[in-house]
């Protein structure tokens, strides 16, 4: 199936009462999350919120957002985990801002749905949707992981980044709390898929497979492939695997909303529904009307 893209115009009542449709009527609702779900529901990596909260690497770095301000190099282990104790918790271990997860899994709850996930950001768990449902493709920022890596194995750090935060100081944690891998003494990393050395543990594998026999096992009937929130810097992990079982399967229905870069392909524009708008929005508009 060779791409020819068919964008979304606005966000408008017909898509939203084809989407309510398309939800009442699935034998299995197929999601995949992007960063804009994330976004919708409060997560965002600048303006307001990353100045609430980076103020100081801003002032001696001037950083413009929590994305690329990931990237740099910083002069002791010390200030790096500074800066990133405080990109996890306020990414992983605070509530979300808006009711957006809670939301869509009130509209799923009852289906027979998988989630498979580029978000790192546990948004999903901590609105309590199943975790055997759940695929998390680009791992988790509740994770540590051997930075080499010298074992295919990770550590939850919700207790240690508490810490970091907690003590830190003048943009420094104490030097005892810098983590270490406790094979071979090196040192750890988040587990983010970012290199080659990101560790598939036997969790990630697991899920994995759940979820290829989620997909497998809906090959056929109605089944609802419901993009949020994807963007086009990784569609080959989610977003053209959705649109190409949705080609195959002549009962099935894509679905994207994504605010600014909402769109389908011709093959299956009469089986598509494109809004371009909130998805925090949209959701409260299938909640609350009766389409």
Not at 32 to 40: D, F, I, K, Q
Not at 124 to 140: V, W
Not at 175 to 185: A, K, N, R
């Amino acid at each position: 199936m060779l791409p020819r893209f068919v964008k979304a115009t606005c966000f408008c009542f017909m898509e939203t009462e084809k989407l309510h449709k398309a939800l009442l009527e699935a034998d299995a609702v197929v999601i995949g999350a992007g960063a804009g779900l994330s976004t919708s529901a409060g997560f965002t990596y600048n303006g307001e919120r990353f100045q609430k909260y980076f103020s100081d690497f801003i002032e001696k770095y001037g950083f413009t957002d929590m994305y690329t301000a990931g990237f740099h190099q910083f002069p002791s282990e010390e200030e790096h985990w500074a800066y990133w104790s405080r990109h996890i918790y306020f990414n992983r271990y605070v509530p979300a801002p808006k009711p957006v997860y809670d939301n869509l899994l009130k509209l799923v709850q009852d289906k027979d749905y998988f989630v498979i996930t580029t978000n790192v950001d546990h948004q999903f768990q901590k609105a309590g949707f199943d975790k055997q449902r759940l695929f998390y493709t680009q791992g988790d920022y509740g994770l540590f992981q051997c930075s080499k890596p010298c074992h295919q194995k990770t550590y939850d750090n919700e207790e240690v980044i508490i810490k970091m935060v907690a003590e830190q100081e003048n943009m420094r944690i104490p030097s005892e709390l810098i983590p270490h891998c406790p094979v071979c003494g090196g040192p750890m990393k988040v587990n983010l898929r970012s290199d080659d050395t990101f560790v598939e543990d036997e969790g990630w594998h697991k899920a994995a497979q759940r979820y290829l026999d989620f997909v497998n096992g809906h090959q056929h009937g109605k089944v609802l492939y419901w993009d949020l929130g994807i963007g086009s810097n990784t569609p080959t992990i989610i977003k053209l695997p959705f649109m190409q079982m949705t080609y195959k399967n002549p009962e099935a229905t894509y679905a994207t909303i994504n605010l600014g870069e909402a769109f389908t392909v011709e093959q299956i524009k009469d089986r598509s529904i494109v809004i371009d708008g909130d998805i925090g929005e949209v959701l409260e508009k299938l909640l609350t009307e009766n389409c």
